[in-house]
């Protein structure tokens, strides 16, 4: 029986929509599991994203060497930051540079890299590769049992650096003789800590034994840490074996015993050579991350300028520590011995300058300069330490200008028989000079107003010269030219005159000019070999040789001749008797200072064979009676060598 027409047209209907109803259906959950996609890939990226954010703030946290800022798990990031803390505290003022390396997540962990340098005390950079784990509760966090410090430390050991100091080099001589050798040396110092009493009525017993400034060390001292080593002196074995006795029993005085090079005397060369000793403060601040405390380096002098060269590097060691003191070596760096320095100078012709300064109340100066080559044989001082005189000091250089102002007048005519004024007192544009003493000599041959040094004859053939010609006249024998010690030195300086006064003045080295002893014994150097020569002292390999310049041959051998009757009948008869053979020489006394009786530097400059000399005293009545004295010895020790 058929179905009516309307039951047939509707079940028609649903089977046309139960297709489209299942496809809307798929349609719906092809959109919910692509949405659910989206969003776990959402969420990948925001925990990607926050594990490498926590490995830059980790990161950071290394540099800075605090950690307790840190999302540490179960909040343990300030016992995180104790434990380190107390791991790294071996390794002293270390700076620490940490850099996310690599960085992986897998769920919720994540695996970290740093690249790690923590630069040490001295300046070794100590690089390793620092693995750390991230992992997410709720939040991403580092681990409670994580170590931020080094891959192989175990909770509960500690860090140990060790620093062993290299090799020091010598300084030698030109043909490789040894200028220093190995000594026993003591290193006097104060601990603050141990100090029982006044540390003003210490430093004042320490300083009164030893001879420094007691009022510096009291204010050293009560500023250092109570554990620091405050240095006092370093004394030679024999030097502190006499004071040993008084040393010992003083409370908060502490004593190490080393070796060190050592030059043969306490006084040879030393403001030149320097010494050697524990490291300050300064020289741990200005070395640039070269120096630790302890360290053992130059102290001044050519030691502390070459201090690189002869003191090599340091060798570096840190170690793991154990509770129950075992070690394991994490990092080990060796020593390497530093390289000798040359030096020009001459040990025996040093010794008799040194000696020559014995007994010197004044400060002075004594260099002795080799004719030949035109190398530095003798750099000495009175106090040997300190100031270096002879090379950087700044002088008026007296009446021995007149050896530059005599070779300038034979160039323009002058000859030693000319007859030259020499009256007590001259006046130039309303400027009185006049003689040593008032003296006076009337109308004499040049050569005795050379010889006596009058100074009022030197002025009155000052008008011959032009403005230039002393500034050239000293160029020409080495004063003002550019040299090249491989240190310090004044090389002088004579400036062009600026009027008839400022000429009349320097025309007898009283004026603007300025010398160095080096730069008097390189002019009088000059004279004697008839050239003039850079003079030369720290030998540096592959150093081109110096090349001389040519003087004119007829006003230095007058001028030779000049400078031999200043000894014979002049100012410098203190040098008429040494032996050794003939001495040239020009004796000088600078004023300085002002006042109705201004005081006077004493000079004397010259030669002996291949030895050319300058002698400065900063203050004595002549340079004939004072310094001439002080030359005689030195040529006299040279020739009793």
């Not at 692509?34 to 954010?53: K, S, T, V």
Request: aromatic residues 4%; glycine residues 12%.
């Amino acid at each position: 029986m058929s179905q009516p027409s309307s039951d047939l047209g509707t079940a028609r209907s649903r089977r046309r929509r139960w297709p489209w109803v299942a496809g809307a259906v798929v349609v719906l959950l092809v959109l919910l599991g692509g949405g659910g996609y989206a969003f776990r890939q959402h969420q990948a990226q925001l925990d990607d994203d926050a594990a490498a954010a926590l490995a830059q703030q980790v990161a950071k946290a290394v540099s800075a060497g605090d950690v307790s800022t840190l999302p540490v798990a179960g909040g343990g990031a300030a016992a995180l930051q104790q434990a380190d803390a107390a791991t790294l505290k071996g390794l002293g003022k270390a700076t620490t540079s940490a850099t996310v390396k690599s960085e992986q997540r897998t769920g919720d962990s994540a695996s970290v890299t740093l690249a790690v340098t923590r630069t040490l005390p001295g300046g070794v950079a100590w690089h390793y590769d620092l693995p750390v784990q991230l992992t997410k509760t709720s939040t991403w966090q580092v681990p409670a049992d994580a170590r931020l410090v080094h891959p192989d430390v175990a909770a509960g050991e500690k860090l140990k650096l060790s620093r062993t100091q290299p090799d020091r080099a010598d300084i030698e001589t030109a043909s490789g003789a040894k200028i220093v050798s190995m000594g026993d040396v003591v290193d006097v110092g104060i601990q603050p800590g141990r100090v029982t009493g006044s540390v003003p009525a210490l430093t004042a017993k320490v300083a009164d034994i030893v001879g420094v400034d007691g009022g510096e060390l009291a204010k050293r001292v009560s500023a250092a840490d109570k554990d620091a080593f405050v240095d006092v002196i370093t004394l030679r074995r024999s030097d502190y074996d006499a004071v040993r006795s008084s040393l010992r029993p003083l409370p908060g005085v502490v004593l190490h015993e080393r070796q060190q090079p050592l030059a043969p005397t306490k006084e040879f060369a030393r403001a030149l050579l320097g010494t050697v000793g524990p490291v300050t403060a300064e020289i741990v601040e200005q070395g640039k991350g070269r120096y630790a405390a302890g360290d053992v380096a130059g102290v001044f002098g050519l030691q502390r300028q070459y201090d690189e060269q002869l003191g090599g590097t340091a060798g570096t060691t840190v170690e793991a520590v154990a509770a129950d003191g075992t070690t394991r070596p994490l990092l080990k760096q060796a020593a390497e011995p530093g390289t000798p320095l040359k030096l020009t100078l001459d040990p025996s012709v040093q010794k008799a300058a040194d000696a020559a300064l014995v007994g010197q109340t004044q400060p002075s100066a004594l260099v002795a300069v080799d004719v030949r080559t035109g190398r530095v044989l003798a750099v000495a001082n009175s106090p040997a330490s300190g100031l270096d005189r002879a090379l950087v000091g700044r002088y008026s250089p007296g009446s021995t200008f007149k050896v530059v102002t005599t070779y300038s007048l034979l160039g323009k005519g002058l000859t030693p028989t000319d007859a030259v004024n020499c009256p007590p007192n001259v006046t130039v544009d309303g400027r009185s000079f006049k003689n040593y003493e008032d003296e006076k000599f009337g109308s004499v041959p040049f050569r005795t107003d050379f010889a006596k040094s009058c100074n009022t004859a030197f002025v009155g053939l000052s008008s011959r010269l032009g403005n230039a010609d002393l500034a050239a006249a000293g160029k020409a024998l080495g004063i003002g030219q550019q040299w090249d010690l491989g240190t310090s030195a004044f090389s002088g300086n004579v400036p062009t005159n600026n009027s008839d006064v400022d000429k009349a003045a320097a025309a007898f080295g009283q004026g603007r000019t300025e010398v160095s002893p080096l730069s008097v014994a390189v002019a009088t150097a000059s004279v004697a070999r008839g050239s003039y020569l850079a003079p030369t002292l720290v030998l540096a390999d592959g150093a081109a040789t110096a090349k001389a310049t040519p003087l004119d041959a007829g006003s230095v051998s007058t001028l030779r001749s000049l400078m031999r009757s200043v000894v014979t009948s002049g100012t410098g008869t203190a040098l008429k008797s040494v032996p050794g053979g003939p001495v040239y020489a020009k004796t000088g006394t600078a004023e300085f200072g002002s006042g109705a009786e201004p005081k006077t530097r004493a000079w004397i400059t010259g030669w002996q064979g291949n030895i050319a000399f300058a002698v400065l005293v900063e203050e004595g009545k002549s340079g004939g009676t004072v310094a001439g004295p002080v030359a005689a010895k030195f040529l006299t020790t040279l020739a009793n060598g």
